[in-house]
């Protein structure tokens, strides 16, 4: 003979302990919620995200040009041969275009695109 599990359709004994799981889970819902009081609109939100990420992007970008300009100056100084300087000095030209064009394609999305906004709509 076969034993057969016995599954009560009411929980029974192990109602104390789904009442408690499900109340943890709700009291760590409410307590890691955190409200979303929006005190500007999306778009503000957004626009002051695009400007703080560009500081950050630009603040970094620049320390690490500069950084790279020192060893590709020191490369260039301290080179044995004609080659070597010329790479370096090729090297420079490049780090300060990249980062010309990183700040710029930046700056254009944080400071000049919202000038922009607008324009591109048809009013009667």
């Known amino acids: 003979m076969t034993k057969k599990n016995y599954q009560p359709a009411w929980p029974g004994p192990r109602l104390p302990l789904w009442y408690i799981r499900i109340m943890a889970a709700a009291i760590a819902v409410i307590c890691l919620t955190t409200p979303a009081l929006a005190a500007t609109d999306l778009w503000t939100a957004a626009q002051t995200i695009i400007v703080d990420i560009y500081g950050h992007i630009a603040t970094l970008s620049t320390a690490l040009a ?27 030209k490049r780090i300060w275009i990249c980062w010309g064009i990183i700040n710029g394609i930046g700056a254009f999305i944080a400071y000049i695109t919202p000038h922009f906004s607008g324009l591109a709509t048809i009013t009667p």
Do not use: E, R
């Open 66 to 92: 500069g950084l790279m300009s020192a060893i590709a100056v020191l490369g260039a100084k301290l080179s044995n041969n004609q080659h070597k300087v010329d790479q370096a000095w090729d090297w420079l």
